[in-house]
């Protein structure tokens, strides 16, 4: 069985940190890139962070670069997003998902249930 699990999430003050972690099992993780996104209420869902499991590379939406490290621990097929200076804006679910084709956010073949991010001002 497929099974993609965030944890991390909870409520943290505006300039605080999270980390967010992905946990895979069923299918072969090196094969696929592992993308995080969000959705703030009342607002669509946008990628955030993705990572080649394959080769490492990664890459950042502009609202996280220089704020958010999306890394993996291949040996415990699990992928993290480090959440520096958080902001109000943040304010969102973080959904993981498993991407089989070259890019990011697109075409994701699974995705987990998602964990809740709040961040106060």
């Known amino acids: 069985e497929v099974q993609l699990v965030e944890s991390g999430g909870g409520l943290v003050q505006a300039g605080g940190s999270l980390r967010l972690s992905c946990a895979a099992s069923?299918?072969?993780?090196?094969?696929?890139?592992i993308n995080w996104f969000r959705q703030a209420p009342g607002k669509e869902r946008e990628g955030v962070s993705c990572?080649?499991?394959?080769?490492?590379?990664?890459y950042y939406a502009d609202s996280a670069k220089g704020r958010f490290t999306i890394s993996s621990d291949n040996a415990k097929n699990t992928v993290y997003l480090q959440m520096n200076s958080l902001k109000p804006e943040d304010t969102a679910v973080y959904y993981c998902?498993?991407?089989?084709?070259?890019?990011?956010?697109?075409?994701?073949?699974?995705w987990g249930k998602g964990t809740l991010v709040t961040v106060s001002s």
């Open positions: 069923g299918f072969t993780f090196d094969d696929y890139n």
């Open positions: 990572i080649s499991i394959s080769d490492g590379s990664t």
């Open positions: 998902a498993a991407g089989s084709g070259l890019g990011c956010y697109y075409g994701m073949n699974y």
